[in-house]
């Protein structure tokens, strides 16, 4: 098995810090553990209940959570923790038991409309993506196997993930009525038996990573990341309840052009796109104050 990074990400806590890693460590699961006790079930977080400032661990779907007690700064023992968890996961020995990642809880996933008639958004009950992924074909699916197997159905177009929903475009073929129930049972029971949703490489080979996201953002100018903090607090909150997203794609200074790339439910939708791209751009100039601004929304 290929050695496993581990990449350390501070948190607003300055108690807790994150180890994150390039592929999948759990089910789509977080599991947190007090005590080495309740850790019976994670030889992981037994292991590292060891270490004498060890409060707390969590483990989530890419990334290992630590609590210290304050005998010790992190800045003193974050390396070798880190490559302690490194040489840990790179054994391919056990991080949390099958019997542990047991689904606790009913898994429940519902249809809700989006402005655009091509798509629906299938709202799930838990986490099954830590970020947004978008597929257009079979063959961009490889590194997920439920996308691929969503694929297989006819009708679909293509699939976008976020979070806690997946919106899936239909081609015209068919009407929602005929096939919404079919799509619903499916990512209903796929979720149930806690089948693959995403190879444990994806983030890596996507670049999805925590910090290959805070990589790219911290080479962008500073305008640039003001419209990308706009996006991210005024913007994408709103398209997300709506099964879409929007993704900042460039800014020219010297043209004042911005441009974004609208997904999911946002994409092919002509009502939405110009409702889009004049609200977008509207908000732009008012808190850049920049009348010259303006914005170009890219259908994906």
Not at 28 to 46: G, T, W
Not at 63 to 89: G, H, K, M, P, T
Not at 166 to 177: A, F, H, L, P, Q
Not at 200 to 226: C, G, H, M
Request: aromatic share 10%.
């Amino acid at each position: 098995m290929p050695k496993t990074k581990i990449s350390i990400v501070p948190t607003s806590n300055s108690a807790i810090l994150k180890f994150e890693a390039d592929r999948f460590l759990t089910n789509h699961n977080s599991f947190e553990f007090n005590n080495i006790d309740e850790a019976k079930n994670s030889p992981l977080a037994q292991q590292l209940f060891y270490l004498p400032f060890v409060k707390k661990v969590y483990i989530a779907s890419n990334f290992i959570a630590i609590e210290r007690y304050n005998i010790v700064e992190w800045s003193d023992v974050q390396d070798e923790v880190a490559e302690q968890i490194e040489q840990y996961l790179s054994s391919d020995a056990i991080i949390v038991s099958e019997e542990a990642q047991q689904p606790k809880a009913a898994v429940t996933v519902y249809a809700e409309s989006t402005p655009n008639p091509a798509v629906l958004k299938f709202v799930c009950n838990k986490v099954i993506v830590p970020t947004l992924y978008e597929f257009k074909s079979i063959e961009e699916a490889k590194l997920s196997p439920m996308a691929m197997e969503l694929f297989q159905f006819p009708f679909v177009k293509t699939v976008f993930m976020e979070k806690n929903f997946i919106s899936i475009t239909k081609y015209d073929i068919v009407e929602w009525e005929e096939i919404t129930l079919q799509l619903r049972e499916f990512i209903k029971n796929y979720v149930e038996k806690g089948k693959t949703i995403l190879a444990d490489n994806a983030p890596k080979q996507l670049n999805k990573t925590e910090t290959a996201i805070e990589q790219k953002f911290e080479k962008l100018d500073d305008i640039s990341k003001n419209i990308v903090n706009i996006l991210e607090e005024y913007i994408k909150p709103a398209v997300a309840s709506d099964g879409g997203n929007i993704e900042f794609k460039s800014y020219d200074k010297d043209t004042k052009k911005v441009e974004v790339l609208l997904q999911g439910a946002c994409s092919g939708c002509p009502s939405s796109t110009f409702t889009l791209k004049n609200g977008i751009e509207n908000m732009l100039k008012e808190m850049l104050n920049d009348q010259a601004i303006t914005v170009n929304a890219i259908n994906n």
